[in-house]
């Protein structure tokens, strides 16, 4: 493990992930709230409207885990602009493994942003956290974030049933995950 965590990590020349920091926070507020019902058929979080003051705060933790080393935000970034987010979630140093989350304005689906990004981010836990797995947790109908993990070769792990509160009803989670010794050997 390097001893200062990256803040960029350059995927190719369109896309960056940045970490996201304070500055950051009143166009992440407004891409989380521009994308807010689309988001919130996936995601518990985004079924409430943020205040920019309450982003703040969300950017206020995320600082903190990430420094100590504990989690990370990023923002998406293509073109210089910032289109969506992918964080390193739950970092579990004792087994050794994170889970990864991500997401991306519905304006930018289907042109691979997310894959791209996905492959730069697992490549970046399992080099600076030295960590032994990458997980993928997504719902069973989430087909877009299904086939992210498939596309980067996850295993299909299990499903866990009922999983996740979504509104007014539970959602099963497919459970996606790659260990470093393969990773490597697919590399």
Not at 33 to 49: D, F, I, Q, S
Not at 84 to 90: H, K, V
Not at 124 to 144: D, M, P, Q, S
Request: proline content about 1%; aromatic content about 10%.
């Amino acid at each position: 493990m390097s001893s200062q965590p990256t803040l960029h990590i350059a995927v190719d020349s369109d896309i960056q992930l940045r970490l996201l920091e304070l500055h950051h926070a009143q166009v992440y507020n407004d891409l989380t709230n521009r994308n807010r019902e689309a988001l919130a058929v996936w995601m518990p979080w985004a079924a409430y409207e943020n205040s920019l003051e309450q982003t703040q705060s969300f950017l206020q933790y995320k600082l903190r885990q990430f420094a100590d080393g504990k989690g990370a935000q990023f923002g998406l970034w293509y073109q210089d602009q910032l289109v969506g987010a992918l964080g390193l979630n739950d970092l579990d140093r004792e087994d050794s493994k994170v889970e990864i989350g991500y997401w991306v304005d519905t304006s930018m689906q289907g042109k691979g942003l997310v894959t791209r990004a996905s492959r730069a981010l697992i490549a970046y836990a399992f080099h600076e956290y030295a960590l032994n797995k990458v997980e993928i947790h997504c719902a069973t109908a989430n087909k877009r974030s299904r086939a992210v993990a498939e596309r980067l070769g996850f295993l299909h792990e299990g499903t866990i049933r009922q999983a996740q509160r979504l509104g007014d009803h539970f959602v099963d989670m497919a459970i996606y995950g790659m260990l470093a010794s393969d990773w490597r050997e697919e590399r």
